[in-house]
């Protein structure tokens, strides 16, 4: 039966290629690959079978989705496969699952890598609720668009950077962010030199304009902090609660009644709003 399968593979470390995962890239008549020549040496280091490859990447998604398309509806199974990582996950590969979607061809995930999310999960950051912002625009306009449109957001936020274009972007998430919004910077995850590094972004900024980056870097950026609540003034309170017993009062209760349910109602002293309506009227 035609299907697609979205396999994981490796981002640096071979061993975490999963049985599954292997099984499936055994078994599929045929491989779309990022890049064909990796995945070959992926292919070869893990001892599996040759199968036919077929180039998918982002300048030529639309010709070649539409060619691995018309060989599903033949019936055949393909495995989409990224030069490391999760298909389909800030990749062209999403084209390819929406055509299959369109014509009904089952989509199976094989779960594996995603730097994103072992990034995440190291950073000392909160986890619960985070959302994924993939790479910033290289327009200058676009970019900082981007990171105007965040400026409030609550959510840890995730960002993948290339080491030439890191520094420029600390200073860019620091202009909106603040110097002070903490952040922890993981490169080579699973590889020989895995580094994750947790700092504020001022520091990160003086950290890296002395030391050059290298290796592809997840950023994992605090969201914003929570507005401190303020109490309100006594006067504030009063104010507030003589509001309601005037909105009371044109609705038909006595002035005595209206006091006395806004008193229970919000917390005020009876005598105090009494005396504060008494004072303030008109």
């Known amino acids: 039966m035609s299907t697609l399968y979205l396999v994981a593979t490796p981002i ?13 890239l055994s078994t599929v008549d045929f491989i779309a690959a990022e890049d064909t020549r990796v995945t070959q040496k992926l292919l070869t280091a893990c001892e599996l079978p040759r199968k036919p490859m077929i180039s998918y990447y982002e300048h030529n998604r639309r010709a070649r989705g539409e060619v691995v398309l018309e060989r599903m509806l033949g019936g055949e199974t393909c495995a989409l496969v990224t030069d490391a990582g999760t298909p389909a996950v800030s990749d062209p590969g999403e084209d390819l699952v929406a055509l299959c979607a369109e014509h009904d061809i089952p989509v199976i995930p094989v779960p594996g890598c995603c730097a994103a999310v ?3 999960a190291a950073s000392g950051l909160p ?5 994924f912002e993939g790479f910033l625009s290289v327009n200058k306009k676009a970019r900082r668009e981007h990171l105007d449109a965040l400026e409030g957001e609550k959510r840890t936020m995730i960002f993948y950077e290339a080491p030439h274009k890191l520094c420029a972007t600390l200073r860019d998430l620091a202009a909106v962010f603040g110097e002070d919004r903490r952040l922890s910077l993981s490169r080579e995850l699973t590889k020989l030199h895995e580094q994750t590094l947790r700092m504020t972004l001022g ?4 950290y890296f304009d002395e ?11 605090e969201g914003a902090p929570d507005e401190p609540e303020t109490e309100q003034s006594e006067e504030e309170r009063l104010a507030a609660a003589a509001e309601a017993v005037r909105r009371r009062i044109e609705q038909g209760q006595t002035q005595k009644d209206a006091v006395k349910a806004v008193s229970a109602e919000v917390g005020v002293k009876k005598n105090a709003l009494y005396r504060y309506v008494l004072e303030n009227e008109e």
């Open 12 to 24: 640096g470390n071979l061993g975490d290629l999963s049985p599954r995962a292997r099984e499936i």
């Open 211 to 221: 030391n050059p980056p290298r290796g592809e870097f997840v950023l994992i950026v």
């Open 203 to 206: 520091e990160a900024m003086r």
């Open 118 to 120: 072992c990034a995440l």
């Open 127 to 131: 986890t619960g609720r985070w959302c």
